[in-house]
């Protein structure tokens, strides 16, 4: 069994990224920056913008963050997304979500251009990826493809078996694994929760990508012997630890690791490459490689 190490991976590419940065900057010409609009204090997103800066700031890219109130209105909204969809000192931009059930996330995505739209959920973004068009991929699905590059792992042919059909992780990343490329090339099964034997299905996957939300859903009973298993699960879970709590994916590892060929660690895989991914797509909106 290895472990893929996500953030030895992350560390390699960022230090690339700042190295193309800096190269800007040099060049006296303004670094690439990434915005994000966040609404309310969801905990959860805190976190995710809070990483997301942190990168901006260790690879040299600006990084702005629109706050407001969950009581913001849904046209307000929608006008915060026009401006920034014209405000040329900023090259891509993200609505971080959930927003507020007051709100349609449907609409505000639609809203963003998608030249900008470096999460790559608009729906001319996902509709190129499922056409094989160059468009921006979202960040975790581009990590996890990330990361079985670097790896070296075989995908052509082999079965790839997806948990979970959300439109972040499980549908971009079965159209990854599905298109002729390489990574790629892969029979993919996508299983959600009205799949019916699950358990018969997970022990004919080659590669496993877990992106339920279940805490230790997958357990060493579901997956034959030299799986590849991607865990892109973060749960907090109260113990009695110190610093009282933990953080465990959707795979039991303890029971899958013994039976995996690779597989992802929780915390320290796919989770910083999500951060990393969304670097790299802020450089080709930079860098107009898609639009
Ligand atoms: N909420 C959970 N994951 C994501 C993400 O990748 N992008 C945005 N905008 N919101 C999220």
Do not use: W
């Not at 990854?176 to 099964?189: E, I």
């Amino acid at each position: 069994m290895e472990l893929i190490d996500g953030k030895k991976i992350a560390e390699e590419i960022k230090r690339e990224i700042a190295r193309k940065a800096a190269e800007i900057i040099d060049a006296e010409q303004t670094p690439p920056h990434l915005a994000a609009i966040l609404v309310g204090n969801d905990p959860a997103s805190e976190t995710y913008i809070a990483s997301k800066e942190k990168a901006c700031r260790a690879v040299g890219f600006t990084s702005s963050v629109y706050r407001y109130p969950a009581e913001i209105s849904e046209q307000q909204l929608l006008e915060v997304v026009d401006f920034l969809n014209t405000d040329e000192e900023v090259h891509g931009f993200i609505v971080q979500l959930p927003l507020p059930r007051h709100i349609d996330a449907n609409k505000v995505i639609e809203r963003i251009n998608p030249a900008k739209d470096v999460d790559g959920f608009h729906p001319v973004n996902v509709g190129r990826l499922a056409l094989g068009l160059p468009s921006y991929v979202p960040a975790t699905p581009a990590g996890i493809v990330l990361l079985l590059e670097k790896y070296g792992i075989e995908t052509e042919g082999k079965h790839c078996v997806v948990l979970g059909r959300s439109n972040i992780v499980g549908t971009p990343v079965s159209l990854l694994m599905s298109r002729k490329a390489v990574p790629g090339n892969c029979t993919v099964t996508l299983c959600h929760s009205k799949t019916t034997n699950l358990a018969e299905i997970t022990r004919q996957a080659d590669i496993l990508i877990a992106a339920i939300g279940q805490p230790g859903f997958v357990t060493g009973d579901m997956v034959k012997e030299g799986v590849v298993v991607v865990d892109v699960g973060i749960h907090r879970i109260e113990d009695n630890s110190e610093k009282g709590y933990h953080i465990t994916g959707d795979v039991d590892f303890k029971s899958v690791a013994p039976k995996s060929s690779y597989i992802t660690p929780v915390p320290g895989g796919v989770g910083l490459m999500t951060i990393v991914s969304l670097l790299l797509n802020t450089l080709k909106a930079y860098n107009r490689e898609i639009y």
